[in-house]
């Protein structure tokens, strides 16, 4: 009998990090080869590059053989950095490889390059090579990838805006900042503060303030979250999360230092509203610790950073067993959000408005039809792939 138990219970604890993950990869490997013809299949990887760009962004090209090329994009945590691991350490492993074995590619780069370090450059220079791969499979398969991914369970999705720099702010200039935001036609808000653990409780009585004056702005039809950016003290997060439940808070994000399991899962219980955080995990294994010892209610993922759709999709099935809200951190307005958007959309836990810090209108040039915001929201990407082309003689243009 007990040995049953440990058995169900060893199931149960490793389905959305070993069993759902295989399933979904199963899923995808059979959607492969029921939509890629014979030449497709024998595809190979000519070339893959990893360009910055003026805007702080970083595209990465995948070229093969048979003309199809994938795009994708990194972190742009350090850009120079990060593009240069594309190129000297991705590329060789994936020189003459079939594109379309994508979870074979994706463990290929991760553990020939596991020792390089597994939180920030490796993963969100993995991210932009998987997003590529996944946009060749979606052009090969003549379909867009939520399409891939499982289904699309909404076809426009409601996106926050998200409002950084409240730490060098008065109350009075994000009020002001917030008003722009609310005029072009957003639903939902976040405020941040942009506080860091390093400068821990720094001015909390500002920070209240400050959500007072946003919340009288937006009032009780448009949700209004506070990201305190890994900035308060335990006991401090506990006592502004309950004045932030008063006036009406939607969710509260990153109470507490990143690192802080312990910590994240004291405010999570001493509080009613939702407390999220995972920005700064990169794989589900992290996932799977940040939500069984930090106990959050909304789990934060980062298409860019933590190794792209491949992960980011786990990531979401890993969420569903523990029926937790899935709601991407994104500030990357082009390839990074439309990436979120289709897994958002072939995730039937992301039913929460999703963020969005506004667009890069010199970036939106470089593509033929760049994603559009309309009324609050955004239409799911509906061509193949990732659905967005990119026009590499305006790219050129803004090469570092």
């Not at 990465?60 to 199809?68: E, I």
């Not at 795009?71 to 593009?83: F, L």
């Not at 909404?154 to 730490?167: H, P, Q, T, V, W």
Request: with cysteine; net charge neutral; proline share 5%.
């Amino acid at each position: 009998m007990s040995g049953s138990l440990v058995s169900r219970r060893a199931l149960v604890k490793g389905a959305g990090v070993g069993i759902l993950a295989s399933a979904s990869s199963m899923m995808v490997s059979h959607a492969t080869q029921a939509v890629a013809g014979k030449d497709s299949l024998a595809m190979k990887i000519t070339e893959v590059k990893a360009t910055p760009l003026k805007t702080g962004t970083i595209i990465v090209q995948v070229l093969t053989d048979g003309g199809v090329v994938g795009i994708g994009e990194c972190s742009p945590m350090n850009a120079a950095v990060i593009a240069h691991f594309v190129n000297s350490a991705l590329k060789p492993l994936l020189a003459g490889e079939n594109p379309l074995e994508i979870d074979k590619l994706w463990n290929k780069m991760v553990f020939r390059t596991y020792k390089l370090g597994v939180q920030g450059v490796q993963p969100e220079a993995i991210a932009g090579v998987d997003i590529a791969l996944w946009d060749i499979l979606g052009k090969v398969a003549g379909l867009p990838i939520h399409t891939l991914l499982g289904g699309c369970y909404r076809d426009k999705i409601l996106m926050y805006a998200s409002i950084g720099g409240g730490a060098e702010m008065q109350p009075g200039q994000m009020a002001k900042r917030v008003e722009t935001f609310l005029a072009r036609g957003f639903k939902a808000i976040k405020i941040r503060m942009d506080w860091g653990v390093m400068r821990q409780d720094a001015d909390p009585k500002k920070d209240l303030e400050m959500f007072r004056q946003v919340k009288a702005l937006t009032g009780d039809s448009v949700p209004l979250s506070f990201d305190a950016n890994n900035g308060y003290s335990v006991s401090t997060a506990i006592q502004q999360g309950r004045k932030f439940e008063a006036l009406g808070i939607y969710h509260y994000e990153e109470p507490v230092a990143q690192y802080d399991y312990a910590g994240l899962a004291a405010v999570a219980e001493a509080l009613d509203v939702p407390v999220a955080a995972g920005e700064h995990e990169y794989s589900r294994w992290q996932f799977r610790d940040l939500i069984e010892q930090g106990k959050v209610d909304i789990i934060q993922p980062d298409v860019v950073k933590c190794g792209g759709i491949s992960e980011t999709q786990k990531i979401a099935v890993l969420g569903s067993v523990y029926s937790k809200q899935f709601v991407p951190h994104q500030t990357q307005p082009t390839i990074g959000t439309a990436a979120n958007l289709h897994v958002c959309a072939a995730s039937a836990n992301a039913t929460r408005p999703q963020e969005y810090t506004g667009d890069k209108p010199e970036l939106n040039e470089v593509f033929k039809e760049p994603l559009v915001f309309e009324d609050g929201y955004m239409r799911v990407p509906q061509k193949p792939g990732l659905g967005l082309e990119l026009i590499e003689s305006k790219m050129k243009r803004l090469i570092l």
